[in-house]
């Protein structure tokens, strides 16, 4: 009877054998790194009697604002426009349904890579009137070295917990015959921020002086990394 090539394949052994066992282990790495970005997000609001005045107060405090965020050119990296809303507020009171006033809202959001020019928008920002600051939230990019290292390490832990493991049974490896990647990163805070590192501001109109620039301490950022690892080893006396 003819056998498939398939079935003339040896199984490998799940557990090892005698003449080949296995170690498995994982590997870990936790490094605390500085932040290469940071967001705010700013609210801009406007209310009027009618519903062009409100349109035209609310166009007018958007465009300021991304003027002056764009002031700060290259340490902007990135200036996006979220929701829009123009919404009438009806009279409690009164026969039928009238309009009292309308209110509007723009969100943007920015992320700097400057974190001194940091200070000094968050502040000016808060002080244009009718707008709100939250934030920052402190990150890192997708594509920092700092998840290689993470990485990197993670790999190397697993190798020195196998080597240890065979020290302790008078033996070596021999071989690597499985790597797994578990998740490898996990970047804290992402959004929302961590608590403290928030920061929220709202205009004092009429001010007759530009307020002193915030003093802002970037958040360190933890990475974790995981790794499984199984070796093969020469085989122990035991």
Same mark, same amino acid.
């Given at each position: 009877?003819?056998? %498939?090539?398939? +079935?003339?394949?040896?199984?490998?052994?799940?557990?090892?054998?005698?003449?080949?066992?296995?170690?498995?282990?994982?590997?870990?790495?936790?490094?605390?790194?500085? @932040?290469?970005?940071?967001?705010?997000?700013?609210?801009?609001? &406007?209310?009027?009697? !009618?519903?062009?005045?409100?349109?035209?107060?609310?166009?007018?405090?958007?465009?300021?604002?991304? !003027?002056?965020?764009?002031?700060?050119?290259?340490?902007? +990296?990135?200036? +996006?426009?979220?929701?829009? %809303?123009?919404?009438?507020?009806?009279? +409690?009171?009164?026969?039928?349904?009238?309009?009292?006033?309308?209110?509007? *809202?723009?969100?943007?959001?920015?992320?700097?890579? !400057?974190?001194?020019?940091?200070?000094?928008?968050?502040?000016?920002?808060?002080?244009?009137?009718?707008?709100?600051? !939250?934030? @920052?939230?402190? %990150?890192?990019?997708?594509? %920092?070295?700092?998840?290689? /290292?993470?990485?990197?390490? &993670?790999?190397?832990? &697993?190798?020195?917990?196998? /080597?240890?493991?065979?020290?302790?049974?008078?033996?070596?490896?021999?071989?690597?015959?499985?790597?797994?990647?578990?998740?490898?990163?996990?970047?804290?805070?992402? *959004? @929302?921020?961590?608590?403290?590192?928030?920061?929220?501001?709202?205009?004092?109109?009429?001010?007759?002086?530009?307020?002193?620039?915030?003093?802002?301490?970037?958040? /360190?950022?933890?990475?974790? &990394?995981?790794?499984?690892?199984?070796?093969?080893?020469?085989?122990?006396?035991?």
């Amino acid at each position: 009877m003819a056998t %498939s090539p398939e +079935e003339a394949q040896p199984t490998a052994a799940p557990y090892g054998t005698p003449d080949a066992p296995r170690i498995a282990v994982r590997g870990e790495a936790h490094l605390e790194v500085d @932040p290469e970005i940071a967001g705010i997000r700013v609210t801009v609001l &406007a209310r009027g009697k !009618d519903r062009r005045t409100a349109l035209d107060d609310l166009t007018r405090r958007n465009t300021t604002a991304l !003027d002056l965020i764009k002031t700060y050119g290259q340490a902007v +990296e990135r200036l +996006e426009t979220g929701t829009f %809303s123009l919404t009438p507020e009806l009279k +409690e009171k009164g026969r039928g349904e009238r309009i009292h006033a309308y209110h509007g *809202r723009v969100h943007i959001t920015a992320e700097l890579t !400057d974190f001194t020019a940091l200070g000094e928008l968050t502040t000016r920002l808060a002080d244009l009137d009718l707008t709100s600051v !939250d934030g @920052p939230w402190w %990150s890192l990019r997708p594509t %920092s070295p700092a998840h290689k /290292r993470a990485r990197q390490q &993670a790999v190397k832990d &697993a190798v020195q917990r196998a /080597r240890e493991y065979a020290e302790a049974l008078d033996t070596t490896l021999a071989a690597l015959v499985e790597l797994a990647d578990i998740g490898a990163e996990a970047p804290q805070p992402v *959004r @929302p921020a961590a608590p403290g590192g928030a920061l929220r501001a709202r205009s004092a109109t009429g001010a007759e002086d530009a307020a002193a620039p915030l003093d802002l301490e970037p958040q /360190r950022q933890r990475l974790h &990394a995981q790794v499984n690892a199984r070796f093969t080893m020469l085989p122990p006396r035991l």
